[in-house]
């Protein structure tokens, strides 16, 4: 069984920046990425990488987020700059294993983007 643990989330302010970390145990994870969820809407994909470094991203957060990942720690993060309200979400860590494809989902993590 996969634990996902996450961290990072909070309250900022319009154009602010946070940063987002989730750990997994265990090894050889082949995509890691990001979802979050609004009030009223459903989750939605906000980045994704694989385990080769290559990345893709939902259009409303493309040039002020970037995903990256440390395979020697089994651990993805995500870099968010240029916050808007309408970021403002539960994010959720998602991770596959490599060899089963078996999806995995962390406790979510409110980001508040708000003056």
């Known amino acids: 069984q996969v634990q996902l643990v996450e961290s990072g989330g909070g309250l900022v302010q319009p154009g602010g920046s946070l940063r987002l970390s989730c750990a997994a145990s265990g090894k050889f994870f082949s995509n890691m990425g990001w979802y979050r969820q609004a009030p009223g809407r459903q989750r939605e994909l906000v980045a994704r990488i694989t385990r080769g470094g290559s990345t893709n991203y939902a259009a409303p957060v493309k040039g002020r987020f970037t995903i990256s990942r440390d395979n020697a720690k089994n651990t993805v993060y995500l870099q968010m700059n240029s916050l808007k309200p309408e970021d403002t979400a539960v994010y959720y860590c998602?991770?596959?294993?490599?060899?089963?494809?078996?999806?995995?989902w962390g406790q979510g993590t409110q980001v508040t983007v708000s003056s």
């Open positions: 998602n991770v596959q294993k490599l060899l089963t494809s078996e999806d995995y």
